[in-house]
């Protein structure tokens, strides 16, 4: 059994020792690159902005026009509109501009319409600006050749704004992880089957979720009974398939858990079978061939905790991204906690303002809890008890 750090580190290490880019890459247009890893270093091929433009509906001057005491009158010698030709500028005038409009050539400065009156083809104004008041120039946002994005961004509607204002239309990413999720145990049925005996199967539907935000084309297997040849069966077909197998049940060690074996019969490489946290000891990560396998426990809380620290590691990582560990804050706890001392503890909390409150039902069966919550307090192996008010680790959840 390993500490969670270790663990981690093992998921990185192995990821990038296998290859620089796992999956390969592809071309996708902007409406398909949100949720995707860039896969390449983009640059503005023009400033951005192209050009000076105003940032205020008024008047391009010059501003050395507007010396002395006011207010000045100027003649309007044209008028400058956004998509239309910029009118020209004359020293001593002024001319009519709206916002996003190209400033005119020998104007440095804006005067805000409501520091202005208008009368026929004259305006008066009232407020001097200064040279490049109510200006934006050409590269504020980027100079010619900067870098806009670099590889292993993970894009978003914002990063796919700024693609967008450096005029890209396509850009390479990662290819997205091709992952299916096994679930086993013959107390399962699938969900939705009203008066078939044992449990509705909770777990394949949540992971299928979670990994599709984590980038990959995920799908779900059928659900696989507790069957030796069933099971290497199902087993080497998916490795076959897949770039990931999630596996949830049959990874600890009683009569009926057959992953495990079953992998080492394979000839999987286990890079760990086992992690000192809470819940989700029985967690295992292996490789066979190109495939790999993230073995979750099945308890629904334990294996949707596990994923969420591991198999999001895991997606990520195999599509290059650079930050692919979710966000980590320091808050106070709104009440005591403790905990039996020798694993972490992963606990399913509600962060509010500078507080986490740890959610009652922490039991590894329990799904509310982890539905309700918005983050994983990180308690320390070694720690039995914290005060409330005092400072604990969360992993919050906006990245899950």
């Known amino acids: 059994m390993i500490d969670l750090s270790s663990a981690l580190d093992l998921v990185l290490q192995s990821v990038v020792s ?34 000076d433009y105003s940032a205020m509906d008024g008047y391009a001057v010059l501003a050395e026009d507007l010396a002395g005491s006011g207010p000045w009158r100027l003649p309007v010698t044209g008028e400058c509109r956004t998509g239309h030709p910029t009118a020209a500028f004359a020293a001593g005038g002024a001319v009519r501009i ?33 040279p490049g008041e109510n200006v934006r120039h050409a590269g504020d946002d980027l100079e010619a050749g900067q870098l806009a994005l670099g590889r292993g961004t993970r894009l978003g509607g914002y990063q796919v704004g700024l693609l967008a204002s450096v005029d890209r239309s396509e850009v390479l990413v990662a290819r997205r992880p091709r992952v299916v999720v096994v679930c086993t145990g013959d107390e399962l049925r699938p ?38 040849v069933a099971t290497r ?58 495939c790999w396998i993230l073995g979750l426990p099945g308890n629904p809380a334990s294996a949707q905790v596990t994923f969420s620290v591991f198999g999001m590691l895991l997606l990520r990582a195999l599509q290059g991204d650079e930050h692919p560990v979710p966000e980590r804050r320091t808050l106070r706890l709104a009440r005591a906690l403790r905990q039996k001392p020798g694993r972490v ?15 009652d039902n922490q039991a590894s ?33 906006a990245d899950f």
């Not at 503890?345 to 959610?359: H, K, M, Q, S, T």
Request: glycine share 12%; net charge negative; charged share 20%.
């Open 18 to 51: 296998a290859a620089t880019r796992p999956l390969g890459v592809e071309r996708v247009s902007l409406s398909e690159a949100a949720g995707r890893v860039l896969a390449e270093d983009v640059h503005a091929g023009a400033p951005v902005p192209l050009h």
């Open 98 to 130: 709206f916002t996003g409009a190209a400033l005119p050539a020998g104007a440095d400065a804006v005067v805000m319409q409501e520091n202005t009156t208008r009368e026929g083809s004259t305006v008066t104004v009232q407020q001097a600006p200064r």
């Open 191 to 228: 969900p939705g089957s009203p008066g078939a005996p044992g449990l509705a199967e909770s777990n394949g539907v949540a992971l299928e979720a979670l990994a599709r935000v984590a980038g990959a084309s995920a799908t779900r297997g059928p659900i696989l009974k507790d069957d030796p």
């Open 233 to 290: 069966q199902a087993l080497e077909q998916a490795c076959a398939q897949y770039d990931v197998v999630l596996t949830v049940g049959g990874v600890s060690v009683g009569d009926h858990d057959l992953v495990r074996p079953t992998l080492a019969e394979l000839g999987a490489e286990i890079v760990f079978g086992k992690v000192a946290i809470k819940p989700g000891k029985p967690v295992m990560l292996a490789r066979r061939g190109a």
């Open 345 to 359: 503890g992963l606990y399913r909390g509600r962060a509010r303002g500078d507080e986490v409150e740890i959610l």
């Open 365 to 397: 069966g329990a799904t509310t809890a982890i539905a309700w919550a918005n983050c994983f307090a990180i308690m320390p192996s070694d720690v039995a008890e914290l005060a409330a008010g005092a400072p604990i680790e969360v992993w919050m959840h």
